[in-house]
């Protein structure tokens, strides 16, 4: 491959092609595993004195029936991006693929908490 600019040419190899490609490649997963990664907050400290009765009273199910809106606002405004911990324990899972299909891509589990 040859590019040529007035009577300036510069010749390309396969080589020189395929370290490039290296190059950029290495460039965007050094950027995409290390860079991007550094500025997520993986110790978010959790929301102090918060139930989960207050939290299910405030956007769970049936404050949502009640006035969708207000909930979903009320979710994004309190809720979202903050760390919530609550202790509780696995009642049952369900396995919802059993479709009989071994090629099937698609898996559903629904599973029931118990909150402390």
Do not use: C
């Not at 959790?46 to 979710?75: C, M």
């Amino acid at each position: 491959m040859t590019l040529k600019v007035g009577t300036f040419g510069v010749i390309l190899t396969r080589k020189m092609l395929f370290y490039a490609v290296l190059v950029v490649t290495a460039a965007l997963a050094i950027y995409a595993f290390l860079l991007v990664e550094t500025t997520y907050n993986h110790d978010m400290t959790p929301i102090s004195g918060l139930t989960w009765a207050a939290f299910s009273s405030e956007v769970g199910h049936a404050a949502w029936l009640k006035n969708k809106r207000q909930t979903e606002l009320t979710f994004l405004n309190k809720f979202v991006t903050k760390g919530i911990h609550w202790d509780g324990y696995i009642v049952r899972v369900i396995l919802a693929d059993d479709d009989g299909s071994a090629t099937s891509m698609y898996h559903a589990a629904t599973i029931l908490v118990k909150m402390n």
